[in-house]
């Protein structure tokens, strides 16, 4: 009778451990985006493939290049600004722990996965994996690997998108836009679009499409890229001061 015991309190106690965490869900292996590409160019509704990811619970830290890459591989703008609200609304609910000196713990498929699509456009080969869990001072536990806290206030005022566009289109230099986007915070980004239809959170202030379009209309990967980072320490910036004012400031 005891050794039942001490199996059913084992089975308990995994149970316990790897019960669904909040906004998270089951644990389950994350969907994998080569299914998405191969769906989408197969004909497969956008309807149809968010409903899948909406029941794998899987987002995807996607750089700012990453969604022309995936509108030239067949995949709908609806999908792409899926993964992008879907991905901000992960980062808000990882900065809300944060915040309280918590975190979602070390379960890979929890965070937003992380993916190279370097070579999509050649062999058509796409790595996936979670982002590095390891803890940093100053940084949520989660985030994917390229963002960083960039010196966004070293120059007065901000960027817009509307201003990016205007100085590609007026040719200037990849170097120089970087250099606007590692100065400049991107602003007119925060709060532009309201609630979303996916969740109470948020709208992403860049959406998937935009991204897209704006690789259409001639912008370099590498400042895509360094947009999407600009754009992501922004949010986290204010998700961190919006749960500081509800009294669970981060303290690190």
């Known amino acids: 009778m005891s050794s039942i015991k001490r199996a059913l309190g084992a089975v308990l106690l995994c149970g316990t451990l790897f019960a669904p965490l909040p906004g998270w869900g089951a644990m389950?292996?994350?969907y994998l985006m080569s299914d998405i590409i191969i769906r989408s160019q197969k004909g497969e509704s956008a309807d149809s493939v968010i409903r899948t990811l909406r029941t794998a619970r899987t987002t995807y830290a996607l750089l700012g290049s990453d969604f022309g890459k995936l509108r030239r591989a067949?995949?709908?703008d609806e999908v792409l600004d899926y993964m992008q609200q879907t991905f901000m609304n992960d980062v808000d609910l990882i900065v809300r722990y944060w915040s309280g000196?918590?975190?979602m713990g070390r379960c890979g498929p929890?965070?937003?996965q992380q993916v190279d699509l370097g070579r999509l456009a050649t062999d058509g080969a796409i790595r996936q994996a979670p982002p590095p869990l390891q803890s940093n001072p100053g940084r949520p536990l989660g985030l994917p690997d390229w963002y960083r806290t960039t010196a966004l206030h070293a120059r007065s005022g901000g960027i817009t998108i509307d201003e990016l566009r205007d100085l590609a289109r007026a040719g200037q230099s990849e170097e120089l836009l970087l250099n606007e986007l590692r100065t400049?915070?991107?602003?007119d980004v925060i709060g532009v679009g309201g609630k979303?239809?996916?969740s109470s959170r948020l709208a992403a202030g860049v959406s998937g499409s935009t991204?897209?379009?704006l690789r259409d209309e001639g912008i370099s990967d590498a400042v895509l890229d360094e947009l999407q980072r600009n754009y992501l320490a922004v949010f986290v910036e204010h998700l961190r001061l919006r749960y500081l004012q509800v009294g669970r400031g981060a303290r690190n």
Do not use: I, K, M
């Open 211 to 213: 991204f897209a379009d």
């Open 110 to 112: 929890c965070y937003p």
């Open 184 to 187: 400049r915070a991107l602003v």
């Open 196 to 198: 979303t239809s996916f």
């Open 101 to 103: 000196n918590e975190s």
């Open 74 to 76: 067949g995949v709908r």
């Open 28 to 30: 389950r292996d994350p």
